[in-house]
């Protein structure tokens, strides 16, 4: 094989796999607090936020060391003269998971950077406007100066970024750091300072009580009454003159039901398991909010391969900026239905984005539902690697700025995690397949039989590529077999001519001819057409005026057949 048809191969297709269930459960409900009980809940959460920031700035001191290094203990006891000890060990353990976090997001943009640097490198190394194998040089002098400088600024990012991983100092902005740089254009907010500084300070609040097994209801920090849905809380030892309830607690007025999935919440709390409790307040809503969440057992999923045994259909979906392209797939491979787009309109806040697809991801639920379908076919998108060199691999100039923007703007993570949950609680499955090629393969073999199949509903590039990941999904290949009839064999032009594979029988077993009275193995006999009686006779005179052809009689009395 030469070397230019051995780099036409296509690349290796990774096996289809079943997205793990989520490990954990998280539920809201609304704090509808009085006026007494807000300024109250503001001054425990400003006191225990600050605690819980030096705490925080005490473990990114200590730098990247072991677990029985991290004076964990001497911080908490230090923490609990000032609030108590269950708090301490809530911020504590936050401050642990906070430092892990951030470094991992630094480990994640090391690599990013140094992909992005080779990228560059490599391409440097070939002169403009020519190609040596694979790498193209860019195309002029200008492109490439500004090249050399971006070069500079990645090498320089990665220094810090590496010299930040050695000392084990992440950079982290308690609040977020898109709110403090908001900081410097409340104009372009629209906020004025008393706003900000209202945002600014409920975010940095620490009001996050740690679940405990054998404690009432699962917590003993802040407990919730499932009997009558009372909400009290542990006040900090500064702040126990505040106390409304014995042994130093703060009892709210109001009552929380927790609608959504309380037959999982109780069976917790009644039981005395863990079950953890934040308060959170949304200043620009004028909001409270009570999360309740805990972890869940393992659940052992059906493979794919396992799944394409029973004979299951599967809903395959292409993701895209904007909408959903789906089609349901059969057990055998085959196109059911209509194609199906769901619109996802990615534009406005955060907020309606995010609920715009949980309203996209109900209605394919619903779709999967209501078609029997035992799960959910998507690709297993990850486009970090994408974004990290983008301006190097993903087209140049307005065309490239483009498509890089419609890469940067599908949601692929948020559409996976909320995907997961949702579909596991209705009892579907999440299939996640290669995306290598199904667009390609998928217009290619199945555009053409999605248009005769679907006559009134137009059917796109990306609904072939659904079906291709449906296929996938169930272990079949993408490619269609030549030869295959159509699904409107009897009216469509066209003939089956390959699609079964005939197998050669060995010499001296070759059948005899098959005559109507050819015994039958099993027992049976061929029945003669003659011999079937007919048991409702056509009473009507169909000749319609023409004679009757000789040798017909009455079929009902002669058995024979006209």
Request: aromatic fraction near 4%.
């Amino acid at each position: 094989m030469s070397k230019r048809n051995k780099q036409r191969q296509p690349r290796t297709i990774a096996a289809p796999f079943t997205v793990a269930a989520p490990a954990g459960a998280r539920i809201r409900e609304r704090l509808r607090p009085t006026a007494a009980e807000e300024k109250v809940l503001l001054e425990v959460g400003r006191h225990l936020g600050r605690y819980a920031r030096a705490d925080l700035a005490e473990r990114v001191r200590l730098g990247q060391v072991s677990a029985k290094n991290t004076r964990r203990a001497v911080r908490k006891k230090a923490l609990t003269a000032v609030s108590s000890s269950r708090w301490a060990g809530a911020i504590t353990r936050a401050s642990e998971d906070q430092h892990r976090l951030s470094m991992r997001a630094l480990y994640d943009e090391r690599t990013g950077l140094r992909r992005a640097i080779t990228t560059i490198r490599t391409r440097l190394a070939v002169p403009c406007g020519r190609r040596t194998g694979k790498v193209r040089g860019y195309a002029d002098p200008a492109e490439r100066f500004h090249k050399q400088h971006r070069l500079a600024v990645l090498t320089a990012r990665l220094a810090r970024v590496e010299r930040r991983i050695e000392d084990g100092h992440p950079s982290i902005v308690v609040g977020g750091r898109r709110l403090a740089k908001t900081r410097h254009h409340l104009d372009a907010a629209q906020l004025t300072e008393a706003q900000w500084r209202q945002r600014w300070d409920a975010r940095r609040m620490f009001l996050t009580a740690d679940g405990e097994s054998g404690a009432p209801f699962g917590n003993y920090t802040l407990t919730v009454d499932p009997h009558d849905g009372t909400v009290s809380l542990v006040l900090p030892e500064p702040l126990r003159h505040l106390a409304n309830a014995p042994r130093g607690r703060y009892r709210l007025s109001g009552t929380v039901g927790f609608s959504h999935r309380r037959e999982e919440w109780l069976d917790r709390v009644t039981t005395n398991r863990a079950v953890r409790y934040d308060i959170t307040y949304a200043p620009e809503r004028g909001r409270w909010y009570l999360d309740a969440s805990w972890s869940t057992e393992t659940a052992v999923l059906p493979t794919p391969p396992e799944l394409a045994t029973t004979g299951a259909r599967l809903l395959g979906v292409d993701l895209n900026a904007d909408h959903l392209a789906a089609c349901i797939v059969d057990a055998h491979g085959n196109p059911v239905g209509r194609p199906i787009t769901i619109a996802t309109e990615p534009t406005g806040p955060a907020s309606q984005r995010d609920g715009r697809l949980r309203a996209a991801i109900s209605e394919l639920i619903a779709i999967a539902e209501t078609h029997g379908c035992t799960g959910i076919a998507i690709e297993n998108l990850g486009f970090a690697d994408a974004r990290a060199t983008g301006r190097e691999t993903m087209g140049r100039g307005r065309k490239g700025k483009r498509f890089r923007r419609t890469v940067a703007g599908i949601p692929t993570g948020t559409f996976r995690d909320r995907l997961r949950g949702m579909a596991y609680h209705h009892g579907l499955l999440v299939v996640a397949v290669d995306p290598a090629y199904t667009s390609r393969w998928g217009g290619k073999y199945w555009q053409q039989p999605l248009d005769r199949q679907s006559k009134t509903t137009p059917a796109t590039g990306h609904h072939s590529a659904a079906v291709a990941i449906g296929r996938r999904g169930l272990g079949h290949r993408i490619r269609r077999r030549p030869g295959v009839p159509r699904s409107d064999q009897r009216i469509a032009i066209g003939r089956a001519t390959g699609q079964a594979v005939s197998v050669p029988r060995p010499r001296g077993t070759t059948s005899p001819p098959r005559t109507p009275g050819t015994p039958i193995t099993g027992g049976k006999t061929r029945v003669r057409h003659g011999d079937q009686l007919v048991l409702f006779p056509d009473l009507e005179n169909r000749s319609r005026g023409h004679p009757a052809r000789p040798g017909c009689g009455d079929s009902a009395n002669t058995g024979q057949h006209r």
